[in-house]
């Protein structure tokens, strides 16, 4: 080599060009460059696996101390395959057994879900014949207080029709009205007739929720009524005996027993002293008030 002529190559002895040393250069280095990049590949690789084996190097040490104790147990105690087999066998029944256990105990609620089945679909029956029950009800209801409030209306036109010829609107009355939440009342829409009349037709009402209660079977009400103001608001005499023999004559029709007390100091002359009347007559000679 000490014989190389210089800008000669020291192998072939044949003179260099500037170029071609460039060219060989940039070969070198970039050889080199992938010689670098696959030793870090591989470099990075064997640490990846570096860190797998120290991550499964505890199991297998554990692995190892668990077969170690079993090979240490089966020297100091040995075992005939026998034996081995019972142990084995032991196991397994150990393993059958806490099986059959679940399954029991799973089969128990099975059994409890298709009881609760059973009395769900009993309840869900029960509730559908329950509702069934409470719709008929109240159809039935409903009906009954439709007839009800129609037969409380014929008898209280009844009674108005035969009213003496004192208010127009009770000869032509058609629809009477009762409001039992506001405790009104109307006739044809109207309640604004005369302080008598306005007794009358009140009266009227209530003797025929009373005798409507004697002829339907289904109403619920006393059969009694107590009326003390049937004279109230200037209620001439020929009137209220009016009212007074009506009312007797549609009490002595009705077969169902039942009890009216009416109060008046002008009784009909057809129900004075008769089994109709209570007590005696007051007037000047037989005040009511003694001293």
């Keep these: 080599m000490d014989n190389v002529v210089e800008g000669h190559c020291c192998l072939c002895k044949q003179p260099l060009s500037s170029e071609a040393e460039k060219a060989n250069a940039k070969r070198l280095l970039q050889e080199m460059d992938l010689q670098v990049k696959e030793s870090k590949s591989l470099l990075q690789e064997k640490e990846r696996k570096r860190a797998n084996f120290s991550g499964e190097l505890p199991v297998f040490i554990e692995t190892a101390r668990s077969l170690q104790k079993q090979l240490d147990m089966s020297v100091e105690n040995p075992q005939t395959t026998r034996d081995e087999r019972l142990d084995d066998l032991l196991v397994e029944k150990g393993k059958i057994e806490n099986k059959t256990e679940y399954l029991t105990k799973q089969l128990q609620a099975v059994e409890l879900i298709e009881l609760l089945k059973q009395e769900i679909a009993q309840l869900a029956k029960e509730i559908s014949f329950l509702e069934s029950e409470i719709q008929q009800k109240e159809s039935e209801q409903k009906r009954n207080r439709q007839n009800a409030m129609q037969k409380i209306r014929e008898i209280t036109l009844h009674i108005l029709k035969n009213d003496l010829d004192r208010q127009e609107e009770?000869?032509?009355?058609?629809?009477?009205?009762?409001?039992?939440?506001?405790?009104?009342?109307?006739?044809?829409?109207?309640?604004?007739?005369?302080?008598?009349?306005?007794?009358y037709l009140k009266n009227a009402i209530l003797f025929s929720i009373f005798f409507a209660s004697l002829t339907l079977d289904f109403f619920r009400y006393p059969r009694f009524i107590l009326c003390d103001n049937m004279e109230d608001k200037g209620m001439e005499k020929e009137r209220t005996q009016n009212?007074?023999?009506?009312?007797?004559?549609?009490?002595?029709?009705?077969?169902?027993?039942?009890?009216?007390?009416?109060?008046?100091?002008?009784?009909?002359?057809?129900?004075?002293?008769?089994?109709?009347?209570v007590g005696a007559d007051y007037d000047r000679n037989n005040k009511t008030l003694k001293v």
């Design 243 to 277: 009212l007074q023999k009506l009312i007797t004559d549609m009490s002595n029709k009705i077969e169902q027993e039942h009890q009216i007390i009416f109060t008046t100091s002008m009784v009909a002359d057809e129900l004075n002293n008769t089994p109709y009347c």
């Design 170 to 199: 009770f000869r032509n009355g058609k629809r009477v009205e009762i409001y039992f939440l506001r405790d009104t009342y109307s006739l044809d829409g109207n309640n604004n007739f005369s302080e008598s009349s306005n007794v």
